[in-house]
C-alpha cells in the first residue's frame, strides 16, 4: 500500500515537472489554516504547474480528556480450574480490616488523544480552470495516537489492589508476607483464599473465553495506549475558491478524503494485552469506544482550509 502510494506521488512530480517546463512554476506562496478531522494546523501550498500543487503542513488534535469508568471486581478459580466472581465488599471488608485501606470498587481513566501529524500532499487539478482537485501523498507522524490513564483520586484504591493481590500471592505460595517467618493468622489466610484476586473485568480472552483481569502495573496505575502507523498514505478530493469576488488573496478549499494508517489500531494495555485483538465481549463505554476504533482500518479525512496569498 505504501508503495502504490507512494508511486502515485512521484508520478505526479514527474508529469508537473514536465508539465512546468512550458508554465512558470512557484509564482505564488499560499498559507492556509487549516481545521477538520486531523484537527487543526496550517500549510504552506504553491503550483508547480497549471494542474499540479504541491502542499506541506502540519496538523494536531488539540490534547482533551474523555473519563471512562471502569469496576473493580474479586475472581478465583472453582474446583474446575475456571475463574468465577467474586463478592467484593467482603474483599474489600478484609483488606480493611487487615491494613485500614479502603478500596474503592470504581475507577476513573482519562482517555485523551495524542494524534499530530506532518504532510505532503499533491493536488492535480484534471479540469482546467476549475478548482476541483485530487489529492495524493502521505501524513506522517509518531505512531502512538492516543492514551489513556487512572485519575490520581483513584491512586489509593489501585494501590490497595496490588498490595491485596500480593497478599493473595504470597498466601497462595506459602510464603510469609514479611520477612522471613511473619505469617497471617491461618483462619484470615483461609479468606483471602476463598475471595481470590481483584482486578477490574475488561472482557473475555479470545479463543480460551479466560476472564481478561486487569490489574495495576508495578507502579499501582492502569494504562491503555492507541497505536497505527506512523506512515499513513492519503488520496482523497477537494474543491474550493475565492472567499469573495473582490478578495482575491484569499481562498476557501475543502477537502476529504481517507488516510490509511495502517488497518486495525492496536489497542494495549499496560500489560500488554491489545483489546482490539486479544479481548472480546468489552462492556459499557469501553466497548463502545473499541469497537469503533476497530472499525476504523481508515482514518476519514474532512478538513477545512483558508488560505492566503503571500506572494
Known amino acids: 500500500m505504501k508503495n502504490i502510494f507512494l508511486t502515485i506521488a512521484l508520478l505526479c512530480s514527474a508529469l508537473s515537472v514536465a508539465e512546468a517546463q512550458e508554465k512558470k512554476a512557484f509564482e505564488h506562496l499560499d498559507l492556509s489554516i487549516t481545521a477538520g478531522s486531523t484537527g487543526i494546523g496550517f500549510d504552506l501550498a504553491t503550483h508547480i504547474s497549471e494542474r499540479f500543487r504541491v502542499r506541506a503542513g502540519f496538523s494536531f488534535i488539540p490534547e482533551f480528556d474523555k473519563k471512562m469508568n471502569f469496576g473493580i471486581e474479586g475472581r478465583r478459580k472453582d474446583e474446575n480450574g475456571n475463574w468465577v466472581a467474586t463478592k467484593f465488599d467482603s474483599m474489600a471488608d478484609k483488606f480493611a480490616e487487615f491494613t485500614s485501606l479502603k478500596i474503592n470498587d470504581n475507577i476513573d481513566m482519562l482517555g485523551n488523544p495524542d494524534f499530530y501529524n506532518g504532510n505532503l500532499l499533491i493536488d492535480f487539478f484534471p479540469i482546467k480552470n476549475s478548482n476541483f482537485h485530487i489529492t495524493a ?55 483471602f483464599l476463598r475471595n481470590g484476586r481483584l482486578g477490574i473485568h475488561i472482557g473475555d480472552r479470545v479463543g480460551s473465553g479466560e476472564p481478561y483481569m486487569m490489574e495495576p502495573d508495578e507502579n499501582s496505575t492502569v494504562k491503555a495506549k492507541i497505536f497505527v502507523d506512523s506512515f499513513k498514505p492519503y488520496l482523497g478530493f477537494g474543491y474550493g475558491g475565492r472567499l469573495t469576488k473582490k478578495a482575491e488573496a484569499i481562498t476557501i478549499s475543502f477537502d476529504s478524503g481517507i488516510m490509511f494508517w495502517g488497518g486495525t489500531p492496536q489497542v494495549v494495555t499496560h500489560d500488554g494485552t491489545d483489546l482490539a485483538k486479544d479481548v472480546e465481549n468489552i462492556g459499557g463505554k469501553v466497548g463502545d469506544y473499541v469497537r469503533i476504533i476497530k472499525a476504523l482500518k481508515a482514518y476519514p479525512v474532512v478538513n477545512l482550509r483558508i488560505s492566503f496569498r503571500l506572494f
Not at 509518531?142 to 498490595?163: F, H, R, W, Y
Open 137 to 191: 501523498g502521505f501524513y506522517y507522524g509518531k505512531s502512538q495516537i492516543a492514551n489513556a490513564c487512572n485519575t490520581i483520586e483513584d491512586m489509593p484504591s489501585l494501590l490497595g489492589v496490588t498490595m491485596y493481590n500480593n497478599f493473595y500471592n504470597k498466601i497462595e505460595n506459602g510464603e510469609p508476607i514479611y520477612g522471613e517467618d511473619i505469617y497471617l493468622d491461618p483462619e484470615l489466610e483461609d479468606k
